[in-house]
Protein backbone atom coordinates (compact mmCIF):
# COMPACT_ATOMS: atom_id res chain seq x y z
CA UNK A 1 0.00 0.00 0.00
CA UNK A 2 1.09 3.82 -0.72
CA UNK A 3 4.16 2.71 -2.66
CA UNK A 4 5.36 6.53 -3.05
CA UNK A 5 4.58 7.36 0.43
CA UNK A 6 7.08 4.53 1.77
CA UNK A 7 9.35 5.81 -0.81
CA UNK A 8 9.28 8.91 -0.04
CA UNK A 9 8.82 8.80 4.02
CA UNK A 10 12.05 6.06 3.66
CA UNK A 11 14.34 8.77 1.40
CA UNK A 12 13.54 11.16 4.54
CA UNK A 13 14.71 9.32 7.21
CA UNK A 14 17.52 8.89 5.33
CA UNK A 15 18.55 12.27 4.83
CA UNK A 16 17.72 12.47 8.65
CA UNK A 17 21.16 10.57 8.61
CA UNK A 18 22.75 12.00 6.10
CA UNK A 19 22.62 15.64 7.95
CA UNK A 20 23.68 14.42 11.53
CA UNK A 21 20.01 14.98 12.90
CA UNK A 22 19.68 11.36 14.12
CA UNK A 23 21.59 8.88 16.19
CA UNK A 24 21.45 5.06 16.20
CA UNK A 25 17.34 4.38 16.19
CA UNK A 26 16.06 8.25 17.44
CA UNK A 27 14.09 10.05 15.60
CA UNK A 28 11.55 9.34 12.69
CA UNK A 29 9.34 10.59 9.74
CA UNK A 30 5.49 10.13 8.83
CA UNK A 31 3.69 11.08 6.05
CA UNK A 32 -0.08 11.36 5.23
CA UNK A 33 -1.65 10.24 2.30
CA UNK A 34 -4.27 12.76 1.88
CA UNK A 35 -6.76 10.69 0.49
CA UNK A 36 -7.24 7.51 2.51
CA UNK A 37 -6.14 9.51 6.08
CA UNK A 38 -3.54 6.66 6.35
CA UNK A 39 0.25 7.18 8.14
CA UNK A 40 3.41 5.69 7.17
CA UNK A 41 6.01 5.92 9.91
CA UNK A 42 9.12 4.26 11.32
CA UNK A 43 8.91 1.65 13.02
CA UNK A 44 10.29 1.29 16.43
CA UNK A 45 13.64 0.40 17.26
CA UNK A 46 14.93 0.01 14.00
CA UNK A 47 18.29 1.17 12.85
CA UNK A 48 18.20 3.34 10.00
CA UNK A 49 20.85 0.92 7.96
CA UNK A 50 18.02 -1.66 8.35
CA UNK A 51 15.53 0.10 7.08
CA UNK A 52 13.18 -0.43 3.85
CA UNK A 53 10.41 1.07 2.65
CA UNK A 54 8.17 -2.19 3.16
CA UNK A 55 9.41 -2.41 6.86
CA UNK A 56 7.46 1.20 7.40
CA UNK A 57 4.34 0.74 9.08
CA UNK A 58 1.07 2.26 7.74
CA UNK A 59 -2.01 3.43 10.61
CA UNK A 60 -5.13 4.32 10.27
CA UNK A 61 -5.31 8.35 12.45
CA UNK A 62 -7.03 5.96 14.95
CA UNK A 63 -3.42 4.09 15.48
CA UNK A 64 -4.98 0.74 14.21
CA UNK A 65 -1.83 -0.61 12.51
CA UNK A 66 -3.42 -1.43 8.22
CA UNK A 67 -0.15 -2.65 7.12
CA UNK A 68 3.20 -4.01 8.75
CA UNK A 69 4.46 -6.28 11.07
CA UNK A 70 6.50 -4.33 13.48
CA UNK A 71 5.36 -2.11 16.12
CA UNK A 72 5.27 1.82 15.55
CA UNK A 73 7.16 4.24 16.96
CA UNK A 74 6.90 4.95 20.64
CA UNK A 75 6.16 8.76 19.28
CA UNK A 76 2.73 7.44 16.70
CA UNK A 77 0.66 9.27 19.08
CA UNK A 78 2.44 12.70 18.59
CA UNK A 79 2.28 12.18 15.25
CA UNK A 80 -1.31 10.98 15.04
CA UNK A 81 -2.51 14.14 17.13
CA UNK A 82 -1.11 16.44 14.87
CA UNK A 83 -2.17 15.11 11.88
CA UNK A 84 -5.62 14.74 13.62
CA UNK A 85 -5.75 18.54 14.57
CA UNK A 86 -3.91 19.81 11.49
CA UNK A 87 -5.40 18.82 8.16
CA UNK A 88 -2.93 21.11 6.48
CA UNK A 89 0.11 19.01 7.01
CA UNK A 90 0.78 15.51 5.94
CA UNK A 91 4.16 15.63 7.43
CA UNK A 92 5.97 14.85 10.44
CA UNK A 93 9.92 14.76 11.48
CA UNK A 94 11.30 14.18 15.51
CA UNK A 95 15.12 14.39 15.87
CA UNK A 96 17.16 15.16 18.63
CA UNK A 97 19.66 17.19 16.45
CA UNK A 98 22.74 18.23 18.61
CA UNK A 99 22.35 22.04 18.10
CA UNK A 100 18.66 22.52 18.48
CA UNK A 101 18.25 19.87 21.47
CA UNK A 102 20.91 21.80 23.45
CA UNK A 103 18.99 25.03 23.10
CA UNK A 104 15.74 23.13 24.40
CA UNK A 105 18.11 21.11 27.01
CA UNK A 106 17.85 25.16 28.11
CA UNK A 107 14.30 25.76 27.36
CA UNK A 108 15.08 28.33 25.11
CA UNK A 109 13.76 29.35 21.71
CA UNK A 110 16.06 30.28 18.93
CA UNK A 111 16.03 33.77 18.47
CA UNK A 112 15.60 35.15 14.72
CA UNK A 113 19.71 36.50 14.16
CA UNK A 114 19.70 35.61 10.98
CA UNK A 115 18.01 36.21 7.26
CA UNK A 116 17.75 32.61 6.80
CA UNK A 117 15.86 32.28 9.49
CA UNK A 118 13.39 34.97 8.69
CA UNK A 119 13.26 33.56 5.50
CA UNK A 120 12.49 29.85 6.42
CA UNK A 121 10.47 30.16 9.44
CA UNK A 122 8.85 33.72 9.82
CA UNK A 123 9.83 34.53 13.67
CA UNK A 124 11.52 32.89 16.62
CA UNK A 125 12.10 28.72 16.66
CA UNK A 126 9.96 28.32 20.40
CA UNK A 127 10.79 26.12 22.69
CA UNK A 128 7.20 24.01 24.22
CA UNK A 129 7.42 22.99 27.26
CA UNK A 130 7.86 19.27 28.77
CA UNK A 131 5.37 16.46 27.82
CA UNK A 132 6.11 12.84 28.50
CA UNK A 133 6.95 10.55 25.20
CA UNK A 134 4.21 7.62 24.49
CA UNK A 135 1.10 9.42 24.45
CA UNK A 136 -1.12 12.53 23.11
CA UNK A 137 0.70 15.10 25.59
CA UNK A 138 3.58 16.16 23.23
CA UNK A 139 1.10 16.82 20.71
CA UNK A 140 -0.93 18.48 22.78
CA UNK A 141 1.47 20.90 24.10
CA UNK A 142 3.04 21.64 20.64
CA UNK A 143 -0.34 22.06 18.90
CA UNK A 144 -0.60 26.34 19.01
CA UNK A 145 2.98 26.50 18.77
CA UNK A 146 2.70 25.14 15.21
CA UNK A 147 0.79 27.76 14.61
CA UNK A 148 3.65 30.71 14.78
CA UNK A 149 6.73 28.04 13.07
CA UNK A 150 6.80 24.98 11.28
CA UNK A 151 9.32 23.33 13.53
CA UNK A 152 9.61 23.60 17.39
CA UNK A 153 11.53 22.71 20.58
CA UNK A 154 10.84 20.46 23.18
CA UNK A 155 12.24 21.45 26.40
CA UNK A 156 14.43 18.35 27.81
CA UNK A 157 13.69 16.22 24.38
CA UNK A 158 14.30 17.56 20.74
CA UNK A 159 12.73 18.52 17.76
CA UNK A 160 9.41 18.66 16.20
CA UNK A 161 8.63 19.88 12.24
CA UNK A 162 5.93 20.01 10.09
CA UNK A 163 4.75 20.82 6.54
CA UNK A 164 2.64 20.01 3.26
CA UNK A 165 4.33 16.66 2.90
CA UNK A 166 7.12 14.47 4.87
CA UNK A 167 10.14 16.19 2.16
CA UNK A 168 8.87 19.74 3.77
CA UNK A 169 8.83 18.77 7.32
CA UNK A 170 12.59 17.16 6.82
CA UNK A 171 13.54 20.47 5.14
CA UNK A 172 12.44 22.13 8.32
CA UNK A 173 13.86 20.23 10.90
CA UNK A 174 17.36 20.46 8.62
CA UNK A 175 17.25 24.07 8.59
CA UNK A 176 16.52 23.97 12.39
CA UNK A 177 19.68 22.64 13.32
CA UNK A 178 21.46 24.65 10.87
CA UNK A 179 19.91 27.41 12.19
CA UNK A 180 20.81 26.70 15.98
CA UNK A 181 24.65 25.65 14.68
CA UNK A 182 25.03 29.51 13.45
CA UNK A 183 23.57 30.75 16.60
CA UNK A 184 25.23 28.88 19.15
CA UNK A 185 28.72 29.75 16.95
CA UNK A 186 27.64 33.30 17.38
CA UNK A 187 26.80 33.14 21.09
CA UNK A 188 30.34 32.16 21.55
CA UNK A 189 31.38 35.55 19.92
CA UNK A 190 29.49 37.42 21.67
CA UNK A 191 25.58 38.60 22.19
CA UNK A 192 23.77 39.03 18.67
CA UNK A 193 21.36 41.53 18.23
CA UNK A 194 17.79 40.16 16.51
CA UNK A 195 16.13 40.93 13.71
CA UNK A 196 13.15 43.74 13.89
CA UNK A 197 9.95 42.00 13.42
CA UNK A 198 9.07 44.03 10.85
CA UNK A 199 12.03 43.10 8.47
CA UNK A 200 11.57 39.26 9.63
CA UNK A 201 7.87 39.79 8.42
CA UNK A 202 8.65 41.04 5.42
CA UNK A 203 11.66 38.94 4.26
CA UNK A 204 9.67 36.08 5.03
CA UNK A 205 6.75 37.44 2.59
CA UNK A 206 9.45 37.85 0.11
CA UNK A 207 11.23 33.98 0.76
CA UNK A 208 7.32 32.88 0.21
CA UNK A 209 6.67 35.16 -3.19
CA UNK A 210 9.71 35.02 -4.90
CA UNK A 211 12.12 31.56 -3.50
CA UNK A 212 12.61 29.11 -5.97
CA UNK A 213 10.58 28.28 -9.36
CA UNK A 214 7.01 29.64 -9.43
CA UNK A 215 5.23 28.61 -12.42
CA UNK A 216 3.85 31.27 -14.49
Known amino acids: M??????????????????HLVSWTSGNVSGRDPDSGFVV???SGVRYSALQPESLVILDLSGQVIEGTLAPSVDTATHL???????????????????????AALG????VYLTSMADEFGGPIPC???APVGTEAIGQEVLEWFKASPAVLLAHHGVLAVG?????????????????RICHLAL????????PAQEVARAHRFHIAKYGQHQS
Open 108 to 111: RAIP
Open 188 to 195: QLGVPKEL
Open 81 to 103: YLYRNRPDVNGVVHTHSPYATAF
Open 41 to 43: IKP
Open 128 to 130: AAY
Open 164 to 180: SSPTAATKMAVMTEDAA
Open 2 to 19: LSALREEVYAMHLELTQH
